[in-house]
Nanobody
Framework: VQLVESGGGLVQAGGSLRLSCAAS????????MGWYRQAPGKQRELVAV????????HYADSVKGRFTISRDNAKNTMYLQMNSLKSEDTAVYYC???????????????WGKGTLVTVSS
């Protein structure tokens, strides 16, 4: 599975951006996808996740009500709509896909290379 993020950039506080993550390869193996971010000097943290069907989502408290995760399985693409951006949202955003292994087998995690989001105050 290969993942490629796009849509990052520079935006003023209060503005919006939409990130995309295009998946290719053995996408049928993917069970769930998500967005993570890593700010300078900080550890990578979960932003939002979505199940394969798109029926279940989970958000970090810091982005609830501002960010929306979605996916279009026909296009093998996941999105992150980010509204009301704050300076603390500045980070490299990474796309993640999880392939859940059978019992006794480790799950596989796939990562994109990341896209930089910079929010100016």
């Amino acid at each position: 599975v290969q993942l490629v993020e796009s849509g990052g950039g520079l935006v003023q506080a209060g503005g919006s951006l939409r990130l995309s993550c295009a998946a290719s390869g053995s996408t049928f193996r993917i069970n769930a996808m998500g967005w993570y971010r890593q700010a300078p000097g900080k550890q990578r943290e979960l932003v939002a996740v979505i199940t394969n069907s798109g029926g279940s989502t989970h958000y970090a408290d810091s982005v609830k009500g501002r960010f929306t995760i979605s996916r279009d399985n026909a296009k093998n693409t996941m999105y992150l709509q980010m509204n009301s951006l704050k300076s603390e949202d500045t980070a490299v955003y990474y796309c993640n896909a999880v392939e859940i292994g059978p019992p006794g087998v480790h799950d596989m995690n796939y990562w994109g290379k990341g896209t930089l989001v910079t929010v100016s105050s």
